[in-house]
């Protein structure tokens, strides 16, 4: 391929890879990764609430990794409540997991301006066959795109199997039992999802610009091995 060619597809995979830094970076710091609905049980029952009238029982949530806000609601009007995970919420929550989470979009914010870095060497540089050659850049495009999938499947998990949104609306609850009457992933835990999509595609790229995948040999070098094994 074309040098020309080449600077082009290393400049867009560093302005995507710079791009998802930049959205990950966006993503942390707000608290839009879930938000959803929680049904006040508790006073549901009380007034056996049907229908509309439920109505005056759902209340809303929505969350990030550091804090959020909830509006509770059982009966006599909306209430919101604003709260952080560290501390308030740190005993009641899944701390491993989350902690995980937290890391690896760390890890994935590095490793994405680490490979648009890279990728800006390789386009107007002379790259050398270590880390800054095309096995680096498949290397960083694959751990950014492995920190990606992790963050998605573990704060799925958080809040999915451990319940999460229903562990936050019942804290310090004493009388009152809030269940989950919707919930879904909101614009940052998509951002991630879409971070990892970029650095996929950004190996596409690599591949597409003429470089092999890591530990594949060409047929050729292995004739021309062959061949000269047979001279001596």
């Given amino acids: 391929m074309p040098t020309q060619q080449k600077k082009i597809i290393f400049c867009t995979a560093g302005v995507l890879s710079f791009a998802c830094a930049l959205g990950t970076a966006a993503a942390v710091g707000t608290q839009l990764w879930v938000k959803g609905t929680m049904l006040c ?4 029952l009380l007034v056996n609430a049907t229908g509309q009238e439920l109505h005056k029982f759902i ?7 550091f804090y959020g806000e909830r509006v509770r609601q059982c009966g006599l009007g909306g209430r919101p409540l604003h709260f952080s995970f560290f501390p308030d919420l740190l005993k009641i929550i899944p701390a491993s997991i989350h902690v995980s989470v937290i890391l690896f979009c760390t890890v994935l914010m590095v490793f994405a301006l680490l490979g648009a870095g ?3 060497f390789n386009a107007f540089g002379s790259p ?4 800054h050659g095309p096995v680096g850049l498949y290397l960083w495009s694959f ?14 998990s958080e809040v999915k199997i451990h319940h999460l949104s229903e562990k936050i609306a019942n804290f310090k ?9 919707s919930e879904q992933f ?4 998509w951002i991630i999802l ?9 190996a596409l790229l690599i591949r597409f610009a003429g470089f092999q995948f890591p530990f594949s040999k060409s047929k050729d070098s292995g004739t021309i091995t062959g061949a000269a094994d047979l001279m001596y």
């Fill in 186 to 189: 909101a614009n940052s835990f």
């Fill in 143 to 156: 751990i950014g795109c492995s920190c990606g999938c992790l963050i998605m499947i573990l704060f799925s």
């Fill in 128 to 131: 050398y066959e270590t880390l």
């Fill in 41 to 44: 049980h508790t006073g549901a």
């Fill in 118 to 120: 890279f990728f800006m």
């Fill in 194 to 202: 879409v971070c990892s999509l970029v650095h996929f595609l950004n």
């Fill in 59 to 65: 209340g809303k949530i929505h969350y990030g990794l």
């Fill in 173 to 181: 609850e004493g009388s009152f039992t809030f269940k989950t009457h």
